[in-house]
Nanobody
Framework: QVQLVESGGGLVQTGGSLRLSCAASGRTFMSYAMGWFRQAPGKEREFVAA???????DYADSVKGRFTISRDNAKNTVYLQMNSLKPADTAVYYC??????????????????WGQGTQVTVSS
């Protein structure tokens, strides 16, 4: 069982930055791949970024070059650094854990555990 708690969301102006954190419980964190997804009002949840247990990342095309995912296995934490934010990035951001740590999964169904989400709002 893995519990995930996101933090770091908030209100920011266009062009600003935020860093989201996701703290995980459990001793097996380092064996999990981790992902970030987001869901805007009236839209489906979508993939944002993921990182394998050894640190290989993948990104949605919409955030490449602006967002960076990283992990600190000693702190059981995964981060999402978001730069050059746009109003289109406004959404609830969710952290997720995939027990198949060697892959970088982009589909919701590939993840086993989810956090409760943190709101990110980008004003124009």
């Amino acid at each position: 069982q893995v519990q995930l708690v996101e933090s770091g969301g908030g209100l920011v102006q266009t062009g600003g930055s935020l860093r989201l954190s996701c703290a995980a419980s459990g001793r097996t964190f380092m064996s999990y791949a981790m992902g970030w997804f987001r869901q805007a009002p009236g839209k489906e949840r979508e993939f944002v970024a993921a990182i394998s247990w050894i640190g290989i990342p993948d990104y949605a095309d919409s955030v490449k070059g602006r967002f960076t995912i990283s992990r600190d296995n000693a702190k059981n934490t995964v981060y999402l650094q978001m730069n050059s934010l746009k109003p289109a990035d406004t959404a609830v951001y969710y952290c997720a854990a995939d027990h198949s740590g060697g892959r970088v999964a982009t589909m919701i169904t590939e993840y086993d555990y989810w956090g409760q989400g943190t709101q990110v709002t980008v004003s124009s």
